[in-house]
């Protein structure tokens, strides 16, 4: 796909590393599945993956961590 952030660059899957961050939780996770532009590096999630992300955040503050490292995984 295009980027739409820089209009030149085309997206090829990849991965990333994102971190999240709620009140006192910090939460990293490495090697999440994304189209990333070859030109400017803009990262583009799908839906499916973001309310993945978004789950394991919510579990993850829910048992009390301030920080927490883990890799991508479908469960």
């Known amino acids: ?4 952030i820089c209009k030149h660059g085309e997206t090829q899957l990849g991965k990333t ?3 999240l961050e709620r ?3 910090t939460l ?3 090697h999440v599945p994304a189209q ?3 030109n400017c590096g ?3 999630l799908s839906a499916a993956t973001t309310e993945h992300l978004f ?3 919510e579990d ?3 048992a009390g961590a301030y920080i927490d490292i883990r890799e991508y995984a479908v469960m």
Request: hydrophobic share 40%.
């Open 23 to 25: 009140d006192h939780l």
């Open 28 to 30: 990293i996770i490495k």
């Open 1 to 4: 796909m295009k980027c739409v």
């Open 55 to 57: 789950k394991t955040a």
């Open 42 to 44: 803009e990262e583009y």
């Open 36 to 38: 990333i532009c070859q």
């Open 17 to 19: 590393t994102i971190t």
């Open 60 to 62: 993850v503050a829910q």
